[in-house]
């Protein structure tokens, strides 16, 4: 299999709520009152998070099904902590973006303690998300301003 | 401001689908048909797109505001190609994740040259999500796994 594509493309609908576009399904983004938005949905950083726990659900299924273990249950919770100073420009003393996160995975399953052993060293070295919050993305920007008082 | 807490809590629905709580949001996640999926939402990776967009916007907004830039329209579009051959287990070359992202942004404003290479220079520093894509997240693990056999 080549690589796969995948984008969202979308717009500004005000100061705090993004509405975007994945293939045929739309997602609004929003901030909560406290974070001076209109709580009209989850805020970027809980969709980081469901996006994270979204990959380590298809991938502990995916390893499961490889090492024949059957799941009766599977819980994942993660959380983490930003220090909002940067953000609003009030310090550059901590990172700009999550601090740390916390995974927290509840697995009920028939797998003995060596191959639920297996079963996570291959979720954390293949699942997608997983490496792009645990290691560095190259990031290419490209801006295109339009300056009102030049046209 | 102290530093603030985000969480996402859920279970597995099926082995594509999560399904999530953020506060009062429910988010679901799953696969399109073509990785295995039933495509009752978008898929995990998508959410981490939509994610960073949304930061994004609130970014530039709450920059361009600190720098008196009026916002006429502001469109934002992110991509990016993952091999799923690690996902998958058939190779491990390349990385699990996007190998890297596009990110781009199509600003109209009143903001002369100067100003607008101020305010992306402020948004890339201050982007919670950017942040995390960009550089290394400490991430803990806790596997909380039982097993039948055992009880």
Redesign the interface.
Known sequence: ?S??????????AT????E?Y??H?K?T????HALGGNDD???????????????L???????A??LDIK???????????????????TS?NN???????????????????ET?TLL?K?V??????????????????????????LN
């Open positions: 299999m690589t796969l594509n995948f984008a969202v493309t979308g717009n500004s100061q705090t709520k993004y975007g994945a293939r399904f997602i983004v929003d901030e909560p949905a989850p805020n970027p950083v809980e969709y980081i998070l469901t996006g994270y726990a979204g990959c659900n298809v991938v502990v299924n995916l390893v099904k490889e799941i009766n249950s599977l819980k994942i919770e993660i959380s983490g902590d930003i220090d909002p100073a940067r953000l609003l420009g550059f990172r700009a973006g999550f601090l740390s996160l916390k995974v927290d995975i509840d697995l009920d399953s028939d797998a003995d303690e639920k996570f291959q954390k070295e293949r699942c997608p998300v997983n490496d792009n919050l645990s290691n560095p993305t190259p990031i290419e920007y490209n801006i295109f301003a339009t300056n009102l008082n």
